[in-house]
């Protein structure tokens, strides 16, 4: 089924629900308290609103999962699907040079602007019935306003990521307020720290533990402020280049990221497949999540349909649609060398084939069979025959080639799953931190002060996972799919300089995070999303030539545009970002 398809069918559906800026931003959500009858009752409506606000998005318009902005966009992924012309703008984006600040909501870019902002005015409409509260009235008042400003921090975060430049909306803003406020009101550096704000009172004010999962607490927010900070580290001129790297933000980082992994809350799952499986959801490696259900007593349950594109094409279990193909580079950077470690220089000389992955074939590390979809592998750790991956399930391999993203599926047959029409869902939640990344942000923050011994360690507690986690990539017979074979840095199978545990770090991440979606973000945080990219894309056009005419360009390509519509409803305010 060719996405023009749906693009028809949400066309008008989504009619019905598009708003204005200023609708959006004024909506209250359904169950809102008028003003001078507020309630405990009615605040942990408006709070438990807010939780879902964070997730209430679509294939079209993502707010959850970042696999078209920070996957597909990198040199993680291909768009996949049918060809460039379906749902042609996620090509716009692959393709850097294409990417216009008029596109229509279908594009996704302004779509996803507005789910964050709804997001935002759920999260401030639960703000200001808590602040006509008082203690005696709700005795959860405190924690409820530090999770909400938690969630408020968290979506003005990703549109930063996404915009760089976007106005900064609080509770105390009134709908005239909300109108005159520019997207450029504060500096980059001001901006970072308004958000910072929000995450420094979720710290302070939030319990160790909640008595209901998925709830924010003191580590979540610990956690998501020392991400902050780590970005904040690397600061960007006008034209988002990186100028130079706070020490002080750094040393911020360190001490954070210590206050979770002293807590003892948090560990590694002990197999690394387990992040991506039904049953493991809120787990001990699991910092934050947002969280989806099923079978919770409404009609199709609160499921995760952003990812619903992205299951194998062919597979007579799934039918759709094949979306989000891990890149020849990307494959190709599992592969190792014969001390285990990665061949940070020569990895992508030669594109390596899913006959190469045999029990004999190439050195790789494990995580490739649990981020990678190829022929004769097991998908999704089911080794009957009905889930042995085979090339006829890749949807337009003359385009995209044989690999399939699987991380972020779940089979048929899991509880979790849920088929609508032609595209899937699934209630598994979709983790924003976790603890592995606690572990490489200190890591890196670390590395940048100097002291990368300090770091090491914490690699290596990644990579000791990934050597441990070779069970449920097996086939029936308990044979292994593919020639595994990792270490951990000792400090002289690769020599421990800055310049190396840095290389090392980076490259950790990216294994590490495979298809996650961090990819481009962190190249853009690290001001090196320019070279690494046109590198990329250098290589790449020789083996694919749907990206002949690809080029990254400094400057602009860092982040996207603001929408067009934005700026005309605006008449002018916002103020478009560099080089659109």
Same mark, same amino acid.
């Given at each position: 089924?060719?996405?023009?398809?749906?693009?028809?069918?949400?066309?008008?559906?989504?009619?019905?629900?598009?708003?204005?800026?200023?609708?959006?931003?004024?909506?209250?959500?359904?169950?809102?308290?008028? !003003?001078?009858?507020?309630? !405990? =009752?009615?605040?942990?409506?408006?709070?438990?609103?807010?939780?879902?606000?964070?997730?209430?998005?679509?294939?079209?318009?993502?707010?959850?999962?970042?696999?078209?902005?920070?996957?597909?966009?990198?040199?993680?992924?291909?768009?996949?699907?049918?060809?460039?012309? $379906?749902?042609?703008?996620?090509?716009?984006?692959?393709?850097?040079?294409?990417?216009?600040?008029?596109?229509?909501?279908?594009?996704?870019?302004?779509?996803?602007?507005?789910? #964050?902002?709804?997001?935002? %005015?759920?999260?401030?409409?639960?703000?200001?019935?808590?602040?006509?509260?008082?203690?005696d009235d709700f005795a959860l008042r405190t924690t409820r306003i530090a999770e909400a400003r938690f969630l408020r921090a968290h979506s003005h975060f990703m549109?930063?990521?996404?915009?760089?430049?976007?106005?900064?909306? $609080?509770?105390?803003?009134?709908?005239?307020?909300?109108?005159?406020? %520019?997207?450029?009101?504060?500096?980059?550096? =001001?901006?970072?720290?308004?958000?910072?704000?929000?995450?420094?009172?979720?710290?302070?004010?939030?319990?160790?533990?909640?008595?209901?999962?998925?709830?924010? &607490?003191?580590?979540?927010?610990?956690?998501?402020?020392a991400k902050l900070r780590l970005y904040q580290a690397y600061e960007q001129n006008e034209n988002h280049q990186v100028t130079s790297i706070n020490q002080t933000?750094?040393?911020?980082?360190?001490?954070?990221?210590?206050?979770?992994?002293?807590?003892?809350?948090?560990?590694?799952?002990?197999?690394?497949? =387990? &992040?991506?499986?039904?049953?493991?959801?809120?787990?001990?490696?699991?910092?934050?999540?947002?969280?989806?259900?099923? @079978?919770?007593?409404?009609?199709?349950?609160?499921?995760?349909?952003?990812?619903?594109?992205?299951?194998?094409?062919?597979?007579?279990?799934?039918?759709?649609?094949?979306?989000?193909?891990?890149?020849?580079?990307?494959?190709?950077?599992?592969?190792? $060398?014969?001390?285990?470690?990665?061949?940070?220089?020569?990895?992508?000389?030669? !594109?390596?084939?899913?006959?190469d992955f045999t029990p004999t074939g190439v050195p790789v590390d494990p995580r490739i069979d649990h981020s990678v979809g190829m022929d004769g592998h097991p998908?999704?750790?089911?080794?009957?025959?009905? *889930?042995?991956?085979?090339?006829?399930?890749?949807?337009?391999?003359?385009?995209?080639?044989?690999?399939?993203?699987?991380?972020?599926?779940?089979?048929?047959?899991?509880?979790?799953?849920?088929?609508?029409?032609?595209?899937?869902?699934?209630?598994?939640?979709?983790?924003?931190?976790? *603890?592995?990344?606690?572990?490489?942000?200190?890591?890196?923050?670390?590395?940048?002060?100097?002291?990368?011994?300090?770091?090491?360690?914490?690699?290596?507690?990644?990579?000791?996972?990934?050597?441990?986690?070779?069970?449920?990539?097996?086939?029936?017979?308990?044979?292994?799919?593919?020639? #595994?074979?990792?270490?951990?840095?000792?400090?002289?199978?690769?020599?421990?300089?800055?310049?190396?545990?840095?290389?090392?770090?980076?490259?950790?991440?990216?294994?590490?995070?495979?298809?996650? @979606?961090?990819?481009?973000?962190?190249?853009?945080?690290?001001?090196?999303?320019?070279?690494?990219? &046109?590198?990329?894309?250098?290589?790449?056009?020789?083996?694919?030539?749907?990206?002949?005419?690809?080029?990254?360009?400094?400057?602009?390509?860092?982040?996207?545009?603001?929408?067009?519509?934005?700026?005309?409803?605006?008449?002018?305010? #916002?103020?478009? &970002?560099?080089?659109?």
């Amino acid at each position: 089924m060719n996405i023009k398809y749906l693009n028809i069918a949400l066309i008008a559906m989504i009619s019905l629900l598009a708003v204005s800026c200023k609708d959006y931003l004024e909506t209250e959500p359904q169950g809102f308290i008028s !003003a001078g009858s507020p309630t !405990a =009752e009615g605040a942990e409506g408006l709070v438990t609103a807010a939780y879902a606000g964070i997730g209430n998005d679509d294939m079209i318009g993502p707010i959850a999962s970042m696999w078209v902005y920070g996957s597909v966009r990198s040199d993680d992924a291909y768009k996949g699907g049918g060809g460039v012309s $379906d749902v042609e703008p996620f090509n716009f984006y692959e393709q850097y040079n294409l990417t216009q600040p008029f596109q229509s909501w279908l594009a996704g870019l302004p779509y996803t602007w507005e789910n #964050y902002y709804r997001a935002i %005015s759920r999260a401030n409409s639960a703000l200001r019935t808590l602040n006509e509260l008082t203690d005696d009235d709700f005795a959860l008042r405190t924690t409820r306003i530090a999770e909400a400003r938690f969630l408020r921090a968290h979506s003005h975060f990703m549109l930063k990521v996404l915009f760089k430049h976007i106005p900064y909306i $609080d509770e105390v803003k009134s709908n005239e307020e909300i109108l005159q406020t %520019s997207n450029r009101e504060y500096s980059n550096d =001001e901006l970072w720290n308004k958000i910072a704000e929000d995450f420094q009172f979720a710290l302070d004010n939030l319990p160790e533990t909640q008595a209901e999962v998925g709830r924010a &607490n003191k580590y979540a927010a610990a956690a998501y402020l020392a991400k902050l900070r780590l970005y904040q580290a690397y600061e960007q001129n006008e034209n988002h280049q990186v100028t130079s790297i706070n020490q002080t933000r750094l040393q911020e980082v360190v001490t954070l990221c210590q206050m979770v992994i002293s807590s003892g809350n948090y560990s590694l799952q002990p197999d690394f497949g =387990e &992040n991506f499986l039904n049953g493991y959801d809120n787990g001990t490696e699991s910092v934050f999540a947002i969280q989806f259900s099923i @079978s919770d007593g409404t009609t199709a349950g609160r499921l995760n349909f952003e990812n619903g594109l992205n299951y194998p094409h062919g597979a007579p279990q799934y039918g759709c649609c094949g979306f989000h193909q891990p890149s020849q580079n990307m494959v190709n950077a599992f592969a190792t $060398d014969g001390n285990g470690l990665p061949k940070f220089n020569t990895f992508n000389d030669v !594109a390596l084939s899913a006959a190469d992955f045999t029990p004999t074939g190439v050195p790789v590390d494990p995580r490739i069979d649990h981020s990678v979809g190829m022929d004769g592998h097991p998908y999704k750790y089911r080794n009957e025959e009905a *889930y042995i991956f085979k090339n006829s399930w890749i949807r337009d391999a003359g385009v995209y080639g044989y690999f399939q993203s699987m991380k972020e599926q779940q089979a048929a047959d899991c509880s979790c799953y849920k088929k609508q029409g032609p595209f899937m869902g699934v209630s598994k939640n979709i983790d924003i931190i976790r *603890y592995a990344d606690v572990l490489l942000m200190q890591a890196e923050a670390y590395i940048e002060l100097g002291q990368q011994d300090m770091a090491r360690p914490l690699i290596n507690q990644i990579r000791q996972r990934a050597s441990e986690s070779t069970g449920r990539t097996r086939f029936a017979d308990g044979t292994a799919p593919s020639n #595994y074979e990792i270490a951990e840095y000792d400090g002289v199978n690769l020599s421990w300089t800055q310049e190396n545990a840095r290389m090392a770090l980076r490259w950790e991440r990216r294994l590490e995070f495979a298809l996650e @979606s961090p990819r481009f973000f962190d190249l853009v945080r690290w001001g090196v999303a320019e070279p690494t990219l &046109n590198a990329y894309l250098a290589k790449e056009k020789t083996r694919k030539d749907f990206l002949n005419n690809a080029k990254f360009t400094a400057a602009r390509d860092e982040y996207f545009p603001i929408p067009q519509r934005e700026i005309d409803f605006t008449k002018g305010l #916002y103020i478009q &970002n560099t080089g659109y």
